[in-house]
Structures are given as structure tokens and as C-alpha cells.
């Protein structure tokens, strides 16, 4: 009897922690690992460095989007504009709480703006700090 206990218990534990786990902490997860493979000196994203790249004027891409802040506003908890003037919510999670749920969304648009912004892809370790400013805003 003691056994369908155990694994009673077992299945317990997992379903808690992956009702925990949210899309969020998956996506960020990810990045994690693609980021401690991408260099060995990698330990943890940081919501300074993502406000950086959030804040930097960059210019590396289309002159017109020197910048993150160019479409999504020098705040995070603003809204922002599109080139065209078509509102963008905010992007900080405290404001705009469906945010980042979705990881097909979340490279699309990082692969898309980091292209126009810095002209090249965002590194894992640049996506993941990013995020983790946006959540903790
Ligand atoms: C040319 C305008 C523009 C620029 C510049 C821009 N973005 Fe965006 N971004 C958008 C639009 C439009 C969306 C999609 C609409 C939305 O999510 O509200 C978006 C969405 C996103 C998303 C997905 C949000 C979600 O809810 O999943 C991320 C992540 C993102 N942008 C990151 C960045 C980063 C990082 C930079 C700077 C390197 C940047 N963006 C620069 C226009 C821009």
C-alpha cells in the first residue's frame, strides 16, 4: 500500500511545479541554456543590462530605429507607436500582463526588431536580460 502512495505523491510534486512554471519562466529558461552555451561565463540575466538595451541608442540598423525606445517609447510602462502611428501597448508586464506568453511571438518579434535596431539577431543573453527587465517593471 505503500507504494501507490509515493507515486501519488511524486505526480503531486510534478503537477505543482509545472503549474508553477509558467510560459515566462519557459521562454526564459531557454534562453538560459542557449546563453550558458553560448559562453561559459555566463550565470543569470539582469534587468539592468535589459534596461540598457531597452535605453541605448544603438543605430547599428535602419536609420529610422536607432533604437528599441524608437517604437516602444523611452519607458516601459508607456505605450508606443509604430513607424505607421499604430498604437503598441506597453511592454512591461505590470502594465500589459499577457506579455511574453507566447514564444513563437516573443522570437518573432526579437528576430524582427533586433534586425531593424542592431542589424543582426538578439543573442540569447541579450533576449533573456531584456525580459527579465521587462518582467520585474
Ligand atoms: C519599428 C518599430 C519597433 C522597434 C524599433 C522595436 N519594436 Fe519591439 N515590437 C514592435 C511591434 C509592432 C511589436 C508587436 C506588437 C505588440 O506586441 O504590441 C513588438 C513586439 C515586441 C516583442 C514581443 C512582445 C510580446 O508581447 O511577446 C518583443 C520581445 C520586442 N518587441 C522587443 C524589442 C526589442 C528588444 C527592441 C530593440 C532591440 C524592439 N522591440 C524594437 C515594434 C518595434
Given at each position: 500500500?505503500?507504494?501507490?502512495?509515493?507515486?501519488?505523491?511524486l505526480?503531486?510534486?510534478?503537477?505543482m511545479?509545472?503549474a508553477h512554471?509558467g510560459?515566462r519562466?519557459?521562454?526564459l529558461e531557454?534562453?538560459a541554456?542557449?546563453?550558458s552555451?553560448?559562453?561559459a561565463?555566463?550565470?543569470?540575466?539582469t534587468?539592468?543590462r535589459?534596461e540598457?538595451?531597452f535605453q541605448?541608442?544603438i543605430?547599428?540598423?535602419k536609420?529610422?530605429?536607432?533604437?528599441?525606445?524608437?517604437?516602444?517609447s523611452n519607458?516601459?510602462t508607456?505605450?508606443?507607436?509604430?513607424?505607421a502611428?499604430k498604437?503598441?501597448e506597453?511592454m512591461?508586464?505590470?502594465?500589459?500582463p499577457s506579455r511574453y506568453?507566447d514564444?513563437e511571438?516573443?522570437e518573432?518579434?526579437f528576430r524582427?526588431n533586433?534586425?531593424s535596431v542592431?542589424?543582426?539577431?538578439?543573442t540569447?543573453?541579450?533576449?533573456?536580460?531584456?525580459?527579465t527587465?521587462?518582467?520585474n517593471?
Amino acid at each position: 500500500m505503500i507504494k501507490p502512495i509515493m507515486v501519488m505523491g511524486l505526480v503531486t510534486v510534478l503537477s505543482m511545479g509545472a503549474a508553477h512554471a509558467g510560459p515566462r519562466e519557459t521562454i526564459l529558461e531557454a534562453l538560459a541554456a542557449q546563453a550558458s552555451a553560448d559562453s561559459a561565463d555566463f550565470t543569470e540575466f539582469t534587468a539592468e543590462r535589459g534596461e540598457q538595451l531597452f535605453q541605448a541608442n544603438i543605430g547599428t540598423g535602419k536609420p529610422e530605429t536607432p533604437s528599441c525606445t524608437s517604437c516602444h517609447s523611452n519607458s516601459a510602462t508607456n505605450a508606443g507607436e509604430t513607424r505607421a502611428g499604430k498604437l503598441i501597448e506597453p511592454m512591461a508586464v505590470s502594465v500589459s500582463p499577457s506579455r511574453y506568453m507566447d514564444p513563437e511571438k516573443v522570437e518573432k518579434w526579437f528576430r524582427r526588431n533586433c534586425n531593424s535596431v542592431i542589424g543582426r539577431e538578439c543573442t540569447a543573453l541579450e533576449k533573456g536580460d531584456f525580459l527579465t527587465f521587462m518582467i520585474n517593471q
